[in-house]
């Protein structure tokens, strides 16, 4: 792309670049957590039919979707969990063609007290934007839909089909981008600007989610020694998983991508909940977990690993014993995946599109990270031989209070990302 | 009081029994949880004022107790809290005076499915009837008045005044009890059918309730090493509250009526609740505690050596020394009570009209038991100078699931308490 193009195109980043923070602001605004994603995913499509793109907004089915590889179980049904897809058609189709995925889905708040400001009420101080999402990652959104929009400013259009995908449910399954593919969705490449501080993610870990629900002998008080207290039983079980983590990221269980990370698989007890009422012996309880796995660990073999070493730590508990604790997964059973293991021509071009896209705008070479999460960029790599980049601007505490997006890198990546497009799919006039 | 009459007496109860029960299902089928007491108590106030009792139904007011002995801290307020009353004042006056208590509030029922059938309709079966509630303490406070009905049929009455209490907050604090109090309802004794299997209640310890309430700091679960788990973080508190429980318990720490108790003072984590999603670093862990205390122990000693104990455990955490966890008093701070030490002629006179009326209709000696739970016999024993016995039917699984009590218990407990009324007041014509 000659140099001119480039500044054209730049520019045209610049100029809109208010207008892309306001939007963000807007979209932030809408609390999308699970279950709520509707009034936003309206938001963005109502932005897209506006744009003049064939808009596509469809609730997932769970039957569509659950024999297709890489699907997670899904506790409760999806009425309400809507995708959207607004479609670039080229004339000429001379070029390649290009996934622009984003998640619409953001984690919960938390209590309101822990935030600065309220967390769906979004703010900008210091050049940071603060909210629940504006990093993860509604600021990649946006700048994949700007990217877009500059270079409809400057005259011209991708060369092939584009597909600009919002959608739900990457906080827990990744059923959502999986219900893309079953839509007919398919591209050459993928790109998801996650929010890893403009780096290109070269490996992800696998996450499994599950639950783990002691059910105890409820009595009074009075007579605990004679029930069962299902959160004190809880507690052995919680200590094995540790060790089993500790045993995960032992130095002689690694993998080439994480050999440089002291802790690669983290398990997190991201959740517990049980009894109802001080004086009573509580009868339940349940804690949700989420544990890392690497890439080319079976996911299978994992599981069976949690389930022993649960059965094994309960064996230990007379009652226990007897009353083994349930397993019940509930969300992610994600492979971890290696772009930089992608070995195909058309990997290596598109990192180099990339590279020089990112070079264009920040005058530095694109560093690559291996992650310790998961993204979306797993369904294409994995299942459909797409490669799939994750590269988005620099967020920080995300899942965390305070979450907040840096404007500045939020505008570098939407310039990379319209140089990306226009380098990758090619360009026509508009 | 002469056989013809304590014969007429029994039998009255006996003819109503059917009645009795009928009543004792209908006001079990109202769910009277912390918050829910209304229908049950208009249900009893209808009855009272249909029968003739001068009817006291009132909201109770925080400001009103807030500074009277016993008074326990609330988290909340108590719009909707109402305790009921029922007046029998007497012609003659020639009698002693006397409290008939019981609560009308029951504890949460927990997860339904873990019920044989729905806790809130009572059912019959193998001479019980189940429900949550039934035992704790519905039959008790419909003994009370069908006792007081059986007098009624025969034509008497006492001959002194009676106060009908229905009571709420008995399970957390007390508040209702003493709230009766402060409204002027006193009398010479009280008698609270608590379901303790006909015994009469020599001594009950006294009860903690605090909250403990760790903050952690959320992350995204991927930089896990950098937050901190208010999860992980609350285990080993609750791990020093289990060594504070066992030196509470050691045979160097005990207690005349309790020597011969292994485990008197019962420490229940009854409910936990932390995080809100698996992959999030949980930002905030709150574990609900009850602990025992003896009769006679201080309560802001036994509080300050709770805080003591559970500071000591955080500082051995280097973000938790910085962070204190909180400890929040939400509930019971009541002592214990020995009935058994009262040391009185009037605790003595009514010790021995309940063991003959329990003898008249059992022909068993009064058994007397020191129980490791409390009750509000409490505030008369403690507080008012006032005897205050606490004997009522034999029940299973209050606290837990299928909770039941024993009708031909129920039916005892009510002739023994309608011949403690007639001995201990007196009886005029009616």
């Not at 809408?30 to 509707?38: I, K, Y």
Request: overall charge negative.
């Amino acid at each position: 792309m000659d140099n001119d193009l480039t500044k054209r195109l730049l520019d045209a980043v610049d100029k809109r670049f208010d207008e892309q923070v306001a939007f963000l602001a807007e979209l932030a605004g809408h609390p999308s957590t699970r279950g709520f994603e509707q009034s936003a995913q309206r938001c963005l499509a109502s932005q897209l039919e506006a744009l003049g793109y064939a808009t596509d907004s469809w609730e997932i089915k769970v039957s569509d979707i659950a024999n297709l590889p890489g699907f997670s179980p899904v506790i409760g049904d999806y009425a309400n969990a809507v995708n959207v897809v607004g479609s670039h058609r080229s004339q000429t189709n001379r070029g390649r063609s290009l996934i622009l995925n984003g998640h619409i889905d953001v984690v919960p708040a938390g209590p309101l007290d822990m935030w600065d400001s309220p967390p769906f009420e979004p703010r900008i101080e210091g050049g940071c934007m603060y909210g629940r999402g504006v990093g993860d990652m509604k600021a990649g959104l946006v700048a994949n839909l700007y990217a877009l929009n500059a270079l409809k400013a400057i005259g011209y259009q991708p060369a092939a089909a584009v597909y600009f995908q919002s959608v739900v449910e990457e906080e827990c399954t990744g059923n959502g981008m999986l219900a893309c593919f079953q839509r007919g969705y398919l591209a050459d490449a993928a790109l998801i600007p996650e929010p890893f501080a403009e780096q290109l993610v070269s490996a992800q870990v696998g996450v499994i989610w599950f639950q783990v629900r002691v059910q105890g002998r409820p009595v009074h008080v009075l007579e605990a020694g004679s029930g069962f207290n299902a959160i004190d039983a809880s507690l052995p079980l919680i200590a094995a998983l540790k060790e089993l983590e500790k045993r995960w990221n032992a130095p002689t269980h690694t993998h080439p991508h994480y050999a440089h990370h002291a802790h690669p698989l983290n398990l997190n007890i991201g959740k517990i909940e049980g009894g109802d009422w001080a004086s009573s012996v509580p009868a339940w309880c349940c804690i949700d977990v989420r544990m890392g796995v690497y890439p080319g660990q079976d996911i299978e073999a994992a599981c069976a690993e949690i389930e022993a070493c649960l059965f094994a730590a309960a064996d230990q508990d007379a009652y226990l014993r007897k009353n083994r604790p349930a397993i019940v997964y509930n969300g992610f059973l994600a492979e971890g995946y290696c772009l930089a293991d992608h070995d195909k021509a058309a990997t290596r071009l598109a990192i180099a599109t990339l590279e020089n896209a990112h070079f264009a705008v920040t005058g530095k070479k694109l560093q690559q990270a291996a992650i310790t999460a998961t993204t979306d960029a797993r369904f294409p790599g994995l299942y459909w031989d797409t490669p799939a980049l994750v590269y988005g601007p620099a967020a920080d505490a995300i899942h965390g209070f305070n979450e907040r997006v840096e404007l500045e890198s939020v505008r570098r990546v939407t310039q990379s990302i319209a140089l990306f497009i226009a380098g990758w799919c090619g360009l026509e006039k508009a």
